[in-house]
């Protein structure tokens, strides 16, 4: 079956970095995408990988290894509001969206 | 990127009766919207990909009649939530897909059904 992997909660300070780690099994690979979701929120985009690598967008970065299906995102200098919950997905062979569960993150001051 | 507007984004109803949620794509042009299903705490699930013009793909598990999806036009799809109960109250959201790359989604709709 397909699966992805992601912690449930994950607690930080602000102004810190965090990094919170995807793994995933899937039948076939179109990319994988981080999202932010907020309580009682849809979701909005993050980033998109395809290639192995970094990509860097301003304080977040996330990194995929197709090889080893992992991927992170990565937050720098964290502020209050990034407090809410981070979702992996990928598309499979059929360019279907297989969702984690998505990790709560809890920016503390 | 594509602008997605979802109606209403919370709704109360009571048991038995159906309730109706809009997805409109308002500068793009969606031949296919996707409607998922998020419950507290957990991950956004795939309840059916709409199709315009035909009849909608339905995943495993979801009941076609009672969840019913109209995509009339390229811009508008529905869910009618048929004789609701209790346990379909949930976090209802649509999106449409930006090609290749990332999804649109709506504001979501919050269902409770009393």
């Known amino acids: 079956g397909q699966n992805i992997d992601q912690p449930t909660e994950m607690t930080a300070t602000e102004g810190a970095i965090v990094q919170i780690n995807c793994t995933y099994q899937?039948?076939?690979?179109?990319?994988l995408f981080w999202y932010q979701q907020h309580a009682g929120e849809a979701p909005t985009f993050l980033s998109y990988?395809?290639l192995d690598g970094l990509e860097e967008k301003g304080r977040f970065s996330s990194f995929l290894s197709r090889s080893k299906g992992y991927s992170y995102l990565l937050l720098k200098e964290l502020q209050m509001k990034d407090s809410a919950s981070y979702l992996c997905?990928?598309?499979?062979?059929?360019?279907?969206?297989?969702w984690g569960a998505g990790t709560k993150l809890i920016i503390k001051p | 990127g594509a602008v997605v507007s979802q109606h209403p984004s919370r709704v109360i109803c009571k048991s038995g009766t159906s309730v109706k949620i809009e997805c409109r794509s308002l500068d793009f042009q969606a031949t296919t919207m996707f409607w998922y299903r998020q419950f507290p705490k957990k991950s956004l699930m795939l309840m059916a990909t709409?199709?315009?013009?035909?009849?909608?793909?339905?995943e495993q598990g979801v009941e076609k009649d009672k969840f019913l999806i109209n995509h009339a036009s390229l811009t508008l799809s529905t869910l009618t939530v048929t004789s609701a109960h209790p346990e379909d109250s949930s976090f209802y959201i649509c999106?449409?897909?930006?090609?290749?790359?990332?999804?649109?989604f709506g504001q979501g709709t919050r269902l409770t059904v009393v």
């Open positions: 709409s199709n315009e013009g035909s009849k909608a793909t339905y």
């Open positions: 999106s449409v897909s930006g090609g290749e790359t990332e999804a649109f």
């Open positions: 990988n395809v």
């Open positions: 997905a990928v598309k499979d062979s059929n360019y279907q969206l297989i």
């Open positions: 899937t039948s076939g690979f179109n990319g």
